[in-house]
């Protein structure tokens, strides 16, 4: 597959990469690893955190690639369909469950404090969080299938 054809969706390659970049850029601009980067940054040296999150991405989008590759290349295109679909599904049915069972009287951005608040060790958090915090996502899951 060279650059410049179409694919099955009739799109060259720079517009599907471009879609791509546009997609996933919308969808992590306001995802919790940054701001798990951010708050680690204040606590400890940045270019430390800095170096792990950057490695944390770099795995996570080396794993999710992978995995997307394994999956296209396994499953006929309509079984991806099907197969995103009822993951969109199960999640919009997970998200209604945590929404129906939400305490009103909760406040999230206090819990967040606190989470934040607890000591944490450098060497393992500068590298686990992000990716923890990136990998745990349910709306990763649908892409690396889709």
């Known amino acids: 597959h060279t650059a410049g054809v179409m694919d099955?969706?009739?799109?060259?390659?720079?517009?599907?990469f471009f879609r791509s970049v546009a997609l996933v850029?919308?969808?992590?601009?306001?995802?919790k690893t940054w701001f798990m980067g951010l708050i680690l940054a204040l606590r400890y040296n940045a270019q430390l955190v800095f170096?792990?999150?950057?490695?944390?991405?770099?795995l996570h989008c080396f794993l999710a690639a992978a995995l997307g590759l394994a999956f296209a290349r396994f499953l006929p295109v309509q079984c991806l369909r099907?197969?995103?679909?009822?993951?969109?599904?199960?999640?919009?049915?997970?998200y209604t469950k945590d929404w129906y069972y939400a305490d009103p009287e909760s406040d999230a951005i206090e819990a967040g404090k606190e989470e934040v608040g607890e000591e944490c060790d450098l060497e393992r958090e500068a590298l686990k969080q992000p990716l923890a915090a990136d990998g745990g996502d349910r709306d990763d899951l649908v892409s690396k299938v889709s």
């Open 51 to 58: 170096l792990g999150s950057f490695t944390a991405l770099f």
């Open 82 to 94: 099907y197969l995103t679909a009822g993951l969109f599904f199960v999640f919009a049915a997970m």
């Open 8 to 16: 099955a969706s009739g799109g060259s390659d720079m517009e599907v």
């Open 25 to 31: 850029g919308v969808a992590e601009l306001f995802d």
